[in-house]
C-alpha cells in the first residue's frame, strides 16, 4: 500500500508522545508499504532529523513555518471561530503541498494526525485514498479537566475559550472515513456526543 502521513511535527527524535506515535508507526509500516510523511519544520535545525527517518526507509516531505507566522496566526484566530492549536498549523504552503503529493501519487491510505492537521482535509476530498483522522485523545475532554483543576483565573479563562472552540470544532471528524482514538473512555465521550459511527481504537505502543 501507499500511505500519506500528514502530522504537525517531525516525529523525531521520538522523544514526546505524538512524535514516538508517529515515528514507530511509520517505522513498521515503511518494511512492508510505501509511506510518506508531510510535516512542518520551524527552522534548518530540524531538517537534520529528516535525513535520520529516511534512513528507515521513510519517504519525508516538510514545509517551512516559522514560529513568527504560527504566533500570527493564532492572532488572526482571535477574530475566527478556529481554534488556537488548529490556526497555528495553518498553511497555504502546506495546502500546496499536499495538492501535490497526492497528484503524483496514488495513495491508498491518508492518514490525518491529530485535531490540528484535520484543516487540511478538503485538500484532498476528491481523492479516492481511505481518509484517516487520528484524534488520539479525545480534546475538548482534555481541555475541560485541564480547566476544572486549573487555579490560574488568566488560565482558567483561556483554557475555557479554547474549549468552546474545540467542542464545535471536534465535528469535522465527521468528515472522516475513520477516526482513531487511544482510549476506553475517549471513546464513550466522542460517541456519547455522537461525533463518528466508525471510530476505532488505536492505542499508543511503546
Same mark, same amino acid.
Given at each position: ?59 519525508? @516531505? ?7 507566522? $504560527? !504566533?500570527?496566526?493564532?492572532?488572526? =484566530?482571535?477574530?475566527? *471561530?478556529? #481554534? /488556537? ?45 481511505? @481518509? ?7 480534546? $475538548? !475532554?482534555?481541555?475541560?479537566?485541564? =480547566?476544572?483543576?486549573? *487555579?490560574? #483565573? /488568566? ?52
Amino acid at each position: 500500500m501507499k500511505l500519506l502521513i500528514i502530522t504537525p511535527r517531525i516525529p523525531y527524535p521520538p522523544f514526546r508522545g505524538d512524535k514516538l506515535k508517529i515515528f514507530n508507526l511509520a517505522k513498521v509500516l515503511a518494511k512492508t508499504n510505501s509511506v510518506t510523511i508531510l510535516t512542518f519544520h520551524e527552522s534548518r535545525k530540524n531538517l537534520a532529523n529528516i535525513q535520520s527517518l529516511e534512513e528507515f526507509g521513510i519517504n519525508v @516531505k516538510s514545509v517551512w513555518l516559522p514560529v513568527v507566522d $504560527s !504566533l500570527w496566526n493564532m492572532i488572526k =484566530a482571535v477574530f475566527s *471561530k478556529l #481554534p /488556537f492549536q488548529v490556526a497555528y498549523f495553518s498553511s497555504k504552503k502546506m495546502e500546496d503541498e499536499i495538492n501535490a503529493l497526492v497528484k503524483k501519487n496514488d495513495f491508498d491510505v491518508i492518514y490525518f494526525h491529530l485535531i490540528r492537521s484535520a484543516q487540511y482535509y478538503d485538500t484532498v476530498a476528491k481523492s479516492s485514498a481511505l @481518509k484517516v483522522l487520528d484524534f488520539t485523545d479525545a480534546v $475538548s !475532554l482534555y481541555l475541560s479537566r485541564f =480547566a476544572e483543576v486549573t *487555579k490560574n #483565573p /488568566f488560565k482558567k479563562i483561556a483554557l475555557r475559550l479554547e474549549l468552546r472552540r474545540v467542542e464545535k470544532y471536534e465535528t469535522v471528524g465527521q468528515k472522516f472515513d475513520t477516526l482513531f482514538i487511544c482510549s476506553e473512555k475517549d471513546k464513550e465521550y466522542l460517541s456519547d456526543k455522537n461525533l463518528h459511527k466508525n471510530i476505532q481504537y488505536l492505542r499508543n505502543g511503546f
